[in-house]
């Protein structure tokens, strides 16, 4: 069991790039989440994924935001045209089907500049 | 959204207990109330959860009120590396199951 990995664990872009984030669950984990956590802030739930469904999303994820695991593996967040206000620490967490606790990663440090 | 409430911070010195309160007055009889802690620039370590009967594991006690509207996180005997923020968490029963974090209690442990 290595946990949850994030890559890359830093990202500076320019505003009006596009970044692609990976999370890699704990094997066998069938549900994994994506939050973001801005400075002073508590993690903010974005979207959720059992296996390769994703059963919800929250209203934070605006439609520059995208999320996908093909093959209820990985997962991979997208943010198209950034902005300023992405800025942002972006957490992957997964849990298993027998209980709800959820493993975090460390994150992505995104910083848009 | 959140449906905690929290002190913003506390400290509490070198081994002795830290008592961390959180009220969640509004909760459902289904739902569990879970404990996070985040250290600086790391992702959120589970520490305990329960539903209304205390818990205890290697790392903390939960103490939960009778009626439910609170709880006290309990770590025995505080270390410096017990500083961080700790967020008590109610974990909405549906389709997600996702948490909703408040902005948590930064804890001090002072040597």
């Known amino acids: 069991d290595t946990g949850v990995s994030q890559d890359p664990r830093h990202k500076i872009t320019k505003r009006g790039q596009n970044v692609t984030f990976r999370c890699d669950p704990i094997s066998e984990h069938n549900r994994l989440y994506w939050y973001r956590q801005t400075l002073g802030q508590g993690p903010e739930f974005l979207t959720y994924?059992?296996?390769?469904?994703?059963?919800?999303k929250s209203r934070l994820l605006s439609d520059r935001f995208s999320a996908e695991r093909p093959k209820g593996s990985f997962s991979t967040l997208e943010i198209q045209r950034t902005e300023q206000g992405d800025s942002a620490m972006y957490l992957c967490?997964?849990?298993?089907?027998?209980?709800?606790?959820?493993?975090f990663g460390p994150g992505t440090r995104l910083t848009v500049t | 959204d959140a449906k905690t409430t929290q002190p913003t911070s506390m400290d509490c010195a070198e081994g002795r207990a830290a008592n961390l309160p959180c009220n969640h007055s509004?909760?459902?009889?289904?739902?569990?109330v879970y404990w996070y802690r985040q250290i600086h620039s790391q992702g959120p370590q589970y520490i305990i959860h329960?539903?209304?009967n205390n818990e205890t594991n290697e790392m903390a006690s939960l103490i939960i009120t009778e009626d439910r509207k609170s709880s006290t996180l309990i770590l025995p005997h505080a270390t410096l590396r017990d500083t961080a923020v700790y967020y008590c968490i109610v974990r909405v029963t549906g389709t997600g199951n996702q948490f909703y974090f408040g902005t948590g209690t930064s804890l001090t442990v002072i040597p």
């Open positions: 967490a997964s849990s298993p089907s027998t209980s709800y606790e959820q493993y």
């Open positions: 994924f059992q296996n390769e469904a994703q059963l919800e």
């Open positions: 329960g539903l209304k």
């Open positions: 509004t909760i459902s009889g289904n739902e569990y």
